[in-house]
Antibody
């Protein structure tokens, strides 16, 4: 069955960095694009970034552009989100979600999420 | 950026009744790239509907979607106890956005 398992969350001070991972199984990883979507405590969903199946195309929300980097290792079936210069407003549960293309198709499977808390 | 505004923020409905949730886009979506997700506490979103009106795999037919342009609706007929959750609308065009969510609670 399709599984997406995020890891790497935790408590970090403002200005520091963190790298999230999302390990995929149960489907052909290289056939899918992937998104990161976050949800601040008690708030709605916010799209963060997307990467194409081959990793060559990447797009970001303005709120994270220049600070976050999405990447993937197709040999390890793993998606990453490198988060630098973290701010308190980045505190959220971060979900990885798969899609068949970059845009124009909604994500059908989501991981359980990993909590990132940015606090001094 | 396309802003999605969901209404109401909270909807109180009795089991067995019908619920109607609204999602309004700040600009027209000619491709109808609107999806609806259901989210329960501590769980990730679950895809219910895409293309405004197509049910995702395994979604019961009491869920239906409609709309075009800027106004979209999710209707749940004959509410079951497991339907009480938060519902998010989502436009999945070239700069994806989500609505702020509608909480469907038991009346």
């Amino acid at each position: 069955q399709v599984q997406l398992v995020e890891s790497g969350g935790g408590v970090v001070q403002p200005g520091r960095s963190l790298r999230l991972s999302c390990e995929a199984s149960g489907f052909t990883f290289i056939r899918h694009a992937f998104h990161w979507v976050r949800q601040a405590p008690g708030k709605g969903l916010e799209w963060v970034a997307v990467i194409s199946d081959d990793g060559n195309s990447k797009y970001y929300a303005d709120s994270v552009k220049g600070r976050f980097t999405i990447s993937r290792d197709n040999s390890k079936n793993t998606l990453y989100l490198q988060m630098n210069t973290l701010r308190t407003e980045d505190t959220a549960v971060y979900y990885c979600a798969r899609a068949f293309t970059l845009f124009g198709v909604p994500s059908d499977y989501w991981g359980q999420g990993t909590l990132v808390t940015v606090s001094s | 950026e396309i802003v999605l505004t969901q209404s109401p923020g909270t909807l109180s409905v009795s089991p067995g009744e019908k619920a109607t949730l609204s999602c309004r886009a700040s600009q027209s979506l000619p491709t109808n790239y609107i999806a609806w997700y259901q989210q329960k506490p501590g769980q990730p979103p679950r895809l219910l509907m895409y293309g405004a009106s197509t049910r995702a795999t395994g979604i019961p037919d009491r869920f239906s979607g409609s709309g075009s342009g800027t106004d979209f609706t999710l209707t749940i007929s004959r509410l079951e106890p497991e339907d009480f959750a938060v519902y998010h609308c989502h436009q999945y065009g070239s700069s994806p956005t989500f609505g702020q969510g509608t909480k469907l609670e038991i009346k």
